[in-house]
């Protein structure tokens, strides 16, 4: 598990570690610079003749200590300070004089001519407003070279807390970041502008611990641990009895997916409520679920079957008609009084959102604390009544405001999708690719998700837990059938190779 935080509060980890904890700021300095330039002979980058580019702030300080040791170790180093001199902090100063005492040249302008390897070290986490002018120039002009770019600490020009480009920004093949990865390195744009990304620990103390950090992430060894380990005296009742009420007419594909997921994940039992018409095909597909007609009494039906469930995931394919609208509404209902966890995607979140306002919020309200929400970024704009424009924006925040109004764990999804909650640190998920991006990926994660549940994990950390893996399934399909030619159902055949990861940690416990 990792933390990823903002600008302010890597500022604010500063400021404790060298006025609390009292390690002096020109020994962080050193720290980060030595463990840029390791970063960067660790990749084999060529840095036979470096430009060093530095601002007047402490990032420039930390600029000018790696342009010391790159000379130190014997390579071409060309330093050109673009910050104006009066205005350079007191580190940055003395780190100035160092250079210049072991024999380097600071320039003023960055001098015409080829380079094997570009540092970035003009503007540091603190960056609030646009670059414009002579530094926009500047950051133009470090891209446009012939060579390895390496930001310090964050590619100048992106904001720390959201990513957002900032004007322009300089576009790093490798980020070296100190202490903990920043969110304007991981949310898009500024993923883009980042590239590798490499955490390094320099001794930075955050206050509070992981308290005043903003998100957590998983990394792939954290599947083992998370994920329960399954008993071996245990039957398919132990793992839960999971209903599926998913799929219209026509739309049998959106059931498999789900409820295949949700088996893959581990779930003992899934049964899908489905009409008679898919019945041929899902038994055919996947024989290991029970499948139910609606019969012609739904309403009662549905009752009977929500009472026999322990897990229930609804929306997938269900289409927006009177009689899915009526399913949804009387499981909300059901939900009020019943504490079952339910997973709501797609045409449920639609035909939610396209209720009266007053009767969704009672719904809502009642209901909230069963349910995990699994909108993208349209089915979310529409839940809120906004724009898809006004949503994007500030999808974070909405998706805390949202989940702190209604008790609902809301998974929103994006090409960095996270996970709110209540009094949760918010998951940001870092796993997953491009290759993803196709018909039916959705109802794979409402599969998963509703298989965490079913092992019987708590709503938010199966919606983080079933968001990694969803992504790590990706990642392992890219890499064995490449970035155009992924399915949705290809993510659920991924599902084993990740989840060896707790076969692994069960033997190695033992």
């Known amino acids: 598990m990792k933390y990823i935080i903002d600008g302010r509060t890597m500022k604010a980890a500063d400021a404790y570690t060298i006025g609390t904890i009292g390690i002096p700021s020109l020994v962080l300095m050193e720290r980060a610079a030595l463990k840029v330039v390791e970063a960067a002979e660790r990749e084999r980058l060529n840095l036979s003749k470096s430009l060093i580019v530095c601002g007047s702030g402490n990032n420039g300080g930390d600029g000018f200590a790696v342009g010391r040791l790159l000379l130190e170790k014997g390579y071409g180093v060309t330093a050109v300070l673009v910050g104006n001199p009066d205005h350079c902090t007191e580190e940055t100063k003395t780190q100035i004089q160092i ?16 380079y094997t390897a570009v540092f970035d070290a003009v503007f540091g986490i603190g960056l609030s407003r646009p670059v414009e002018g002579r530094y926009a120039g500047i950051l133009e002009q470090m891209n446009r070279l012939d060579a390895a770019k390496i930001a310090v600490d964050i590619p100048s020009g992106i904001d720390a807390g959201n990513g957002e480009i900032l004007g322009t920004a300089f576009r790093a093949d490798l980020t070296v970041t100190f202490a903990y ?10 993923a883009f502008c980042a590239g590798k990304v490499c955490v390094e620990d320099i001794g930075i103390y955050l206050r509070g611990g992981v308290e005043g950090t903003r998100y957590l992430t998983y990394e792939r060894k954290d599947v083992g641990r998370l994920c329960p380990q399954r008993k071996d005296d245990a039957h398919k009742g132990t793992y839960g009895k ?27 039992l899934v049964r899908i409520l489905t009409p008679e018409s898919n019945r041929e095909v899902l038994q055919a597909t996947l024989p290991e679920a029970v499948i139910t007609p609606y019969g012609e009494d739904l309403k009662n039906q549905l009752e009977e079957l929500l009472n026999w469930a322990d897990v229930i995931c609804a929306g997938c394919g269900l289409g927006t008609d009177i009689q899915a609208g009526m399913i949804i509404e009387h499981l909300l209902v059901y939900l009020g009084t019943h504490r079952k966890y339910c997973v709501m995607d797609a045409d449920g979140l639609n035909l939610i959102s396209g209720m009266e306002e007053e009767r969704r919020n009672t719904y809502l309200k009642a209901a909230g604390s069963s349910l995990i929400f699994t909108p993208h970024i349209r089915e979310f704009a529409r839940l809120l009544g906004k724009t898809t424009e006004e949503t994007k924006k500030n999808r974070i925040g909405l998706a805390q405001e949202y989940a702190k109004t209604y008790n609902i764990i809301l998974t929103a999804k994006d090409a960095r999708t996270v996970v709110a909650g209540e009094g949760r640190i918010p998951y940001l998920n870092t796993s997953g690719n491009g290759a993803m991006a196709k018909a039916g990926s959705g109802d794979v994660l409402a599969g998963m ?8 994990m708590d709503r938010f950390d199966a919606a983080a837990l079933g968001v990694f893996i969803h992504g790590l399934c990706g990642d392992e399909a890219r890499e064995k059938l490449g970035a155009h030619s992924v399915l949705a159902g290809d993510l659920i055949e991924m599902a084993s190779a990740v989840l060896q990861e707790i076969e692994r940690r069960k033997v190695q416990s033992k």
Not at 449 to 456: E, P
């Open 99 to 114: 250079f210049e005492a072991v024999g380097g040249t600071v320039k003023r302008e960055i001098p015409e001519g080829r």
């Open 181 to 190: 990865q920043k969110a304007g390195m991981v949310l898009y744009p500024g």
């Open 242 to 268: 999971v209903l599926m009420i998913t799929g219209s007419q026509g739309m049998a594909g959106a059931a498999i997916l789900s409820a295949k997921a949700a088996y893959r994940m581990g779930s003992g």
């Open 449 to 456: 998700i509703t298989g965490c549940l079913a092992l019987g």
